[in-house]
């Protein structure tokens, strides 16, 4: 009747879900849908296992193994659920809840932009930051350490749009 997730740190561990096979290695989040029958053995397992309940009728599009390799971004949220649910203070489950929502966040919407470009995250965040600023792309191109014509090549190809398209657009926004 709940989600059980499983961040798997240390060792490997070979599940069954559902009569399939999966094997995990260090980096990996397995995802079991309620209702799913689950078992497990493991060699030198450490984890982080978070298991709930979503109200009826919400779902998420996990599959039940996603290999994301660094959870460095994610320890301190893991940890802090963990400090929490012992501590039992007043607000507690809300923390919690919102914790494991900016976790899920980051599995859902975020695996896709571990794909993309470093350097064009670090441009598109630097001009979210700065767009009051007067940006050119020389500019930016000297704060992510690029040549400029490549800058701006790289961040059309990527986002299908020009640097100045972007300040555009990010400016609009906050009007």
């Keep these: 009747s709940f989600y059980g997730m499983v961040f798997l740190l240390e060792g490997s561990a070979d599940y069954i879900i559902d009569g399939v096979p999966y094997r995990l290695q260090p980096g990996d989040v397995l995802c079991v849908p309620p209702g799913s029958y ?11 296992a978070i298991d709930f309940v979503l109200q009826p009728g919400e779902a998420i599009d996990l599959p039940v193994v996603t290999p ?3 959870f460095t971004d994610m320890q301190w949220m893991m940890n802090e659920i963990n400090y929490e649910w012992l501590q039992k203070n007043d607000g507690y489950a809300m923390k919690c809840q919102a914790l494991l929502t900016l976790i899920l966040h ?20 630097y001009i979210v930051e ?3 600023e007067e940006l050119t792309v020389k500019a930016i191109a000297r ?3 690029l040549n400029p014509v490549y800058c701006g090549a790289l961040f059309k190809k990527v ?6 398209e972007f300040i555009n657009q990010i400016g609009r926004a906050h009007v």
């Excluded at 689950?38 to 982080?48: D, E, K, L």
């Excluded at 980051?106 to 965040?125: C, D, F, G, M």
């Design 68 to 70: 994301w390799k660094d």
């Design 38 to 48: 689950r078992c497990a053995t493991t060699s030198g397992m450490a984890c982080v």
């Design 106 to 125: 980051k599995l859902l919407y975020e695996r896709q932009s571990r794909q993309t470009n470093v350097h064009v995250n670090a441009i598109k965040r």
């Design 143 to 145: 704060v992510v350490n």
């Design 130 to 132: 700065h767009y009051q």
């Design 159 to 164: 986002e299908k749009r020009t640097i100045s």
